[in-house]
């Protein structure tokens, strides 16, 4: 049985990729920076700090993981986007790859984002498209997709580097595009879309943690778009929620600006090397995740 | 006085930048790694192993520079392409800059390689031509270069990104083209040079280390060649060396295949943004050259 050691594995894409991994046949092991052992018994889990040479040095010999899927780094926002602990998460990534390959790892999945891709070009095309330093969050990603592939490329250690689009579903930040709109309308707020006529590529969480364990189990290397391939308008996915929601009337949609009206993935990696394509419908994901948020925006009013 | 602060000060090309920055009114202090105390006297020396976080911690507040020009790095040849103890560089230098711009440096010249470039474009323009990651070394410095510009940007610290093309002169290692074809001949052995027909931008050390110390004292930004901007076929250099030391007999030059026949720099930021141009006559700069690795290569004959 193939061992899959995954990072973040509470965080947002993470607690949805286990399932995926197990009905892959792997046996995965976890990691969470928390003292409280989670409740979900059903993997074997490590408490490791990662931005702590020795936790990893533990972690990695404790778990003798033959995969690594590694989810975890700094994204709450607004601010990971300019923190220098991207910084440390970037050193903190190198590290933990070499002592997994020196334990014998075999293969890594590293996760990168669409941020790391020059957005002026619009479609995004794996090993085409100009790649951007726009930011220090994309800046390190980029930078640790680029040096981990050619370590690998001389361990012997295959690695696969996912670029994630735009996601959404349960648990996610709250401040994000979807989770926002949502809990806005719950509480009957009105809400402005400022870049209606901006094109973007959402995949629904649950997708896109399935994908990554494709991509785990499958033998690509290299960076591989995570992504629907369906790319949407801002402004009629806003429409899309409002109406569900019954809520239109509490929405305004501008159109936004010229500057990165469209950031579209190319999904040929993904579709045809790594063979997997979306499996949940767009609209049920959409359906579930306002349910999701209404009830949680519902929790948060005070009382 | 401005201060700077050299790191890999005893190497290759910082023990030649001592003078120049002085000249160019800086109060230089030093970072040795070596125990013994150097012997030159005309500027501070701190002791640390860059590698290790508390000596970085205590090298920034005990220098409290404004400048940091950041030569060291594992180079040794022919290793250091792939070797895994880039990734540790990296990381260390990242964590250098936070901690020299959150202890109030302004200013800081990282240097790069050529060998950032894709060499099948020929050309090298700084952010035209397109980056490789052709080994360790060159993604791991390039990773460099674009994650200190990004969070410089936001630190408010000048990050320029020096790339050094290729250096001949003494103290080189007496693996590289030049010392290895003046140390063969000197011992009366035949040489071979595989690449005769291959084109390198060639630059004496003084001039390179001359260069960073205008870069240094300048305002420019972002990546810089340091180079000569006068491109030379190997052979000719090879043919040059061995005439200079009437020992052409000893001396076969081959072509080279067309894989990265010619790698040039363009050097136009070198020369109208920063304002710097070779100032060692190019005969002059070879004939010491010369003399200083005959000597070596003498001295290092059996008895």
Redesign the interface.
Known sequence: MTRVLVTGARGFVGRHAIAHLQARGFEVHGVTASAVAPEDGSIRWHRADLLDANDRRQLVGAAAADVLLHLAWYAKPPGYW?D?VN??W??AT??LV?LFAERGGRRVVGTGTCAEYDWSHGLCTERVT?LS????Y???K???G??L???GA??GVGVAWARLFFLFGPHDDPSRFVPSMVTALEANQPWRCHSGNHVRDFLYVEDAAAALAALAASPVEGPVNVASGRPIRLGDLAADIAGRMGRAHLVTIEPGGPQHASVTADVRRLHHEVGWRPACDPGEALARTIRWWSATGRRQVPA
Do not use: I, K
């Open positions: 300019h220098p910084m440390r970037l050193s190198l590290d070499q100009p330093a726009a930011s220090l994309a800046s390190t980029a930078a640790c680029e040096v592939q050619a370590y001389r361990a």
